[in-house]
């Protein structure tokens, strides 16, 4: 009890002086406290049932971080140190990648030159048990938990493997490593004869900076002659990270952003520190709706620099900087002490969360009531909502039947059988097709019964129909044809797979190759069916084309 409301006590103070656009009085602090330490003590003396102190407390906390973003969280010693191994890139383990499913927990894929990689791990194989201990029905955090510990540590597994026979438990003795999780999954020259150097960029750890210089580095070595950095789903992370990435493309002692939380004193400003590799390649930098925060730090101030041409669709909108506090007894606090402003001077944050409707909601920003602010050239850019790109990319929209597809596991399933029937046949990452017989077969692997079909045309016209009953148009006439529409909507599975085979291709090539060659070779695979990737070329090859968007209106 004693040890709980000690965490309380401080992470109260915390967020209550955080929210706050002044520091609260302490005597306010302590009779809130006072009152929070008598409302627990009588629950736990006189409530009817048992009450579980650590659920009851961890509750309070996060109801009441819950009040002032999404981004200051409290975090108990069994979490904090899966943040860690996030910060750092690190932890202890096997080196792979598991998923929930069905009830049970599965390996997902095996990163290169780790102890599930040269112990033979594949896709697909179910963990059944661990040191002898059942893993049937446990949870993906019960099974990673199990699964991580001290580099040098064994570990006993026990593996079901698909499409491997009717007896197919597999026995398996691995030592724990150090993991690393590299920033930088993939670089390479794009396919074709334009000498263009492609760089993943999938997260912000304390090595980022380093595994980008010397990705940039060989490819320039290559011969590249432009490059793009590929921020799309980058969640962020590190903001000295972001700084060490732009350091590689602008002069050393260029500012990348401001911090200021609150108070005039608390602002910092962070400049590049390293000498560049390159700042005159053309460059340009693909994002989505999810790169955020280290990552738009990143597009954000290569565009106010009008360094590099952003492509893509807008960003996420997180201008939010977090610091973590250690909490007794292991637990850490992640808070937001401060907002970032990129070299124009805008603030992307995209939801202000000081300002809620009497429901307690929030809502983006609109960009009529954003504000303009000026590139290093003379561009326009606005603030709030995110960084606009230069050059919007049209993405398709996937059909619900790629959708289910994809998260029926059909897909994944026939990527592994087809492995496992040819396990010897490494295929061309440039090259590798689906062909029509293997086409056929991955329709024949899918069970019309078992495959689930959002049924969005059907649920719409039942509710014409008890719409049209209600305002009194049913009749004979009207009745025929609804008759005749749900004929035309009826779904047929193998039709419907011949119709969006186009877009099922690319999900099938990227599984495939990925069980032969890892992430790297899914990433590089999935380039060739990429319309940011189209779209990149066409401004990266076209002539002038670079210079005309980084040019101001009207010069």
Same mark, same amino acid.
């Given at each position: 009890?004693?040890?709980? %409301?000690?965490?309380?006590?401080?992470?109260?103070?915390?967020?209550?002086?955080?929210?706050?656009?002044?520091?609260?009085?302490?005597?306010?602090?302590?009779?809130?406290?006072?009152?929070?330490? !008598?409302?627990?003590?009588?629950?736990?003396?006189?409530?009817?049932?048992?009450?579980?102190?650590?659920?009851?407390?961890?509750?309070?906390?996060?109801?009441?971080?819950?009040?002032?973003?999404?981004?200051?969280?409290?975090?108990?010693?069994?979490?904090?140190?899966?943040?860690? !191994?996030?910060?750092?890139?690190?932890?202890?383990?096997?080196?792979?990648?598991?998923? $929930?499913?069905?009830?049970?927990?599965?390996?997902?894929?095996?990163?290169?030159?780790?102890?599930?990689?040269?112990?033979?791990?594949?896709?697909?194989?179910?963990?059944?048990?661990? /040191?002898?201990?059942?893993?049937?029905?446990?949870?993906?955090?019960? *099974?990673?938990?199990?699964?991580?510990?001290?580099?040098?540590?064994? &570990?006993?597994?026990?593996?079901?493997?698909? =499409?491997?026979?009717?007896?197919?438990?597999?026995?398996? #003795?691995?030592?724990?490593?150090?993991?690393?999780?590299?920033?930088?999954?993939?670089?390479?020259?794009?396919?074709?004869?334009?000498?263009?150097?492609?760089?993943?960029?999938?997260?912000?750890?304390?090595?980022?900076?380093?595994? *980008?210089?010397?990705?940039? !580095?060989?490819?320039? #070595?290559?011969?590249?002659?432009?490059?793009?950095?590929?921020?799309?789903?980058?969640?962020?992370?590190?903001?000295?990270?972001?700084?060490?990435?732009?350091?590689?493309? *602008?002069?050393?002692?260029?500012?990348?952003?401001?911090?200021?939380?609150?108070?005039?004193?608390?602002?910092?400003?962070?400049?590049?520190?390293?000498?560049? &590799?390159?700042?005159?390649?053309?460059?340009?930098?693909?994002?989505?709706?999810?790169?955020?925060?280290?990552?738009?730090?990143?597009?954000?101030?290569?565009?106010?620099?009008?360094?590099?041409?952003?492509?893509? #669709?807008?960003?996420?909108?997180?201008?939010?900087? $977090?610091?973590?506090?250690?909490?007794?007894?292991?637990?850490?606090?992640?808070?937001?002490?401060?907002?970032? =402003?990129?070299?124009?001077?805008?603030?992307? $944050?995209?939801?202000?969360?000081?300002?809620? /409707?009497?429901?307690?909601?929030?809502?983006?920003? @609109?960009?009529?009531?954003?504000?303009?602010?000026?590139?290093?050239?003379?561009?326009?850019?606005?603030?709030?909502?995110?960084?606009? @790109?230069?050059?919007?990319?049209?993405?398709?929209?996937?059909?619900?039947?790629?959708?289910?597809?994809?998260?029926?596991?059909?897909?994944?399933?026939?990527?592994?059988? =087809?492995?496992?029937?040819?396990?010897?046949?490494?295929?061309?990452?440039?090259?590798?097709?689906?062909?029509?017989?293997?086409?056929?077969?991955?329709?024949?692997?899918?069970? @019309?019964?078992?495959?689930?079909?959002?049924?969005?045309?059907?649920?719409? &016209?039942?509710?014409?129909?008890?719409?049209?009953?209600?305002?009194?148009?049913?009749?004979?006439?009207?009745?025929?044809?609804?008759?005749?529409?749900?004929?035309?909507?009826?779904?047929? %599975?193998?039709?419907?797979? /011949?119709?969006?085979?186009?877009?099922?291709?690319?999900?099938?090539?990227?599984?495939?190759?990925?069980?032969?060659?890892?992430?790297?070779?899914?990433?590089?695979?999935?380039?060739?069916?990429?319309?940011?990737? #189209?779209?990149?070329?066409?401004?990266?090859?076209?002539?002038?084309?670079?210079?005309?968007?980084?040019?101001?209106?009207?010069?």
């Amino acid at each position: 009890m004693k040890k709980l %409301l000690q965490v309380v006590t401080i992470v109260i103070a915390a967020t209550i002086c955080a929210a706050a656009g002044t520091r609260s009085k302490k005597n306010s602090i302590s009779r809130n406290l006072d009152i929070f330490s !008598s409302v627990f003590k009588e629950m736990q003396t006189f409530y009817v049932d048992t009450i579980d102190a650590d659920k009851a407390v961890t509750t309070a906390i996060n109801a009441m971080l819950a009040e002032l973003d999404p981004y200051t969280v409290y975090m108990p010693k069994n979490e904090t140190e899966e943040f860690r !191994s996030m910060s750092t890139g690190e932890f202890g383990g096997i080196g792979s990648y598991i998923m $929930q499913r069905n009830g049970n927990v599965y390996i997902s894929g095996p990163h290169r030159d780790t102890p599930a990689f040269r112990a033979g791990l594949r896709h697909g194989d179910l963990i059944v048990a661990i /040191d002898g201990d059942t893993m049937l029905g446990k949870t993906h955090t019960e *099974v990673s938990a199990r699964l991580k510990g001290d580099p040098g540590t064994k &570990l006993h597994v026990s593996l079901r493997r698909p =499409y491997a026979g009717a007896d197919s438990v597999i026995e398996v #003795d691995m030592v724990r490593e150090k993991i690393r999780i590299p920033s930088v999954p993939y670089f390479g020259m794009l396919q074709g004869d334009d000498k263009v150097g492609y760089i993943s960029l999938t997260s912000y750890s304390e090595t980022t900076g380093d595994e *980008v210089r010397k990705a940039l !580095s060989s490819l320039l #070595d290559d011969g590249a002659r432009s490059i793009v950095l590929d921020l799309r789903g980058n969640p962020g992370g590190l903001v000295e990270s972001a700084v060490k990435v732009v350091g590689n493309f *602008v002069p050393k002692g260029t500012e990348v952003l401001r911090t200021r939380g609150r108070g005039v004193l608390n602002e910092k400003v962070y400049k590049t520190t390293g000498t560049a &590799l390159d700042t005159k390649v053309p460059l340009a930098i693909l994002i989505d709706g999810e790169s955020a925060s280290a990552a738009e730090i990143t597009a954000g101030a290569l565009q106010d620099l009008d360094r590099a041409v952003v492509v893509g #669709d807008r960003s996420y909108g997180k201008g939010l900087v $977090q610091i973590t506090r250690d909490i007794p007894y292991e637990g850490s606090l992640k808070v937001t002490m401060a907002r970032y =402003y990129i070299p124009s001077g805008r603030l992307i $944050q995209a939801i202000d969360y000081s300002h809620r /409707d009497e429901d307690g909601r929030v809502t983006r920003i @609109p960009d009529s009531l954003t504000n303009e602010f000026r590139t290093a050239g003379g561009r326009i850019v606005r603030d709030g909502g995110g960084i606009t @790109p230069d050059v919007k990319v049209d993405y398709p929209e996937a059909s619900r039947l790629t959708y289910n597809i994809v998260s029926g596991f059909w897909a994944f399933d026939f990527a592994n059988r =087809y492995y496992a029937e040819h396990p010897d046949e490494m295929p061309d990452v440039s090259t590798f097709t689906i062909t029509d017989s293997v086409y056929e077969d991955f329709k024949r692997s899918i069970d @019309p019964e078992r495959f689930r079909y959002d049924r969005v045309c059907e649920m719409m &016209l039942d509710r014409l129909r008890q719409a049209a009953k209600i305002e009194g148009y049913e009749g004979d006439s009207l009745n025929a044809q609804f008759a005749v529409l749900e004929k035309m909507l009826k779904h047929s %599975l193998s039709a419907d797979l /011949d119709t969006h085979r186009k877009a099922i291709e690319p999900l099938l090539v990227r599984e495939i190759v990925e069980r032969y060659c890892q992430e790297p070779g899914r990433i590089a695979s999935s380039l060739r069916f990429d319309p940011g990737i #189209d779209s990149v070329r066409s401004v990266l090859a076209t002539p002038g084309r670079v210079e005309e968007i980084l040019k101001p209106a009207g010069k």
